[in-house]
């Protein structure tokens, strides 16, 4: 069956508008691929300036950041050191004055570093004193350390055998 001339003038038309609207559209697409195309150059500029910003402060943030890394690493081992330090002395005490509680121990550790610091006295040898003044006249920890404490301040470790002599009575 052939079709009537009126059906192929009208399919050809029709083909004809579908080629005229895909070349529209192709010129479209053209001109939409060229706008996107200066988009993003333009785009791609200000990113390359955000980028040589953003590189310029990471460079000064990691410099810093470096700096800062440093001085924290270097405080750290001086933390540890002085946590190192803090652990030994607090299992000395613990050792050495096992019965008493954590404030009693707290109270003895402050009294203790008092006489470090002021008379020199070690901190083995207070805690025998104290731990032989305590067991011998019945004194707390705080009331040991007193009686220490007035011995070195009226100067009865002239001979440097003050704790000594405490731990022997």
Sequence with gaps: MALPKVGVELVAAQAAQ???DINKADKATDKLGDTLGRTADKGSSKLAGLKKAAGAV?????????AGVAALAGAAVGLG???LDVSDRARTMRQAMGELGTEELQGLDAATRLLEGRFGADLP??????RSAMAN????SAEAMDVLTAGFEEGLNVSDDFLDTITRI
Excluded at 137 to 140: M, P, Q, V
């Design 18 to 20: 579908f080629v005229s």
């Design 58 to 66: 990471g460079t000064a943030l990691g410099g810093a950041a470096v």
């Design 81 to 83: 050191a002085t946590l």
């Design 125 to 130: 040898g207070q805690l025998d004193a104290t």
């Design 137 to 140: 006249f019945g004194l707390t």
